[in-house]
């Protein structure tokens, strides 16, 4: 899954520069307006110009995602919490085996692998 997104944010970069090298003619950008009437005035590559304003559209509801990620992953770890501290153990019972045969028990970790030294 993560060469696919590699490959795709590639693919968007390679797009995105081939925008920019084609799109390099300078063009009048007036961004601010002065008292006298004129404006305060740039000269940006239009291909700049459009990053830049593209990025200003895409910042707000790219926070707005994170925000709502970290909201929901501190909801998941509370439930998560709260479940482990309500949860009661399972309790195993300890009798000896009445058979005479021998009972072999042998030690399983959480992935369900055996140990190495079994």
Known sequence: ???IRTILW?????ILVAFI????TA????FWPLADGKYVH????????????????????WLIHRAGRWRLKRRINSLENTVAAT???VVTSTA???TSEQVV????DRSGTLPPDV
């Open 87 to 89: 949860s009661t153990p």
């Open 10 to 14: 590639v693919i968007i970069t390679a």
């Open 21 to 24: 090298a084609i799109n390099w």
């Open 1 to 3: 899954m993560q060469i």
């Open 42 to 61: 740039f000269q940006w590559p239009v291909g700049v110009v459009a990053l830049v304003f593209f990025l200003l559209g895409a910042a707000p509801m």
């Open 27 to 30: 063009v009048p950008v007036n």
């Open 96 to 98: 000896p085996a009445t």
């Open 105 to 108: 028990v042998t030690p399983v």
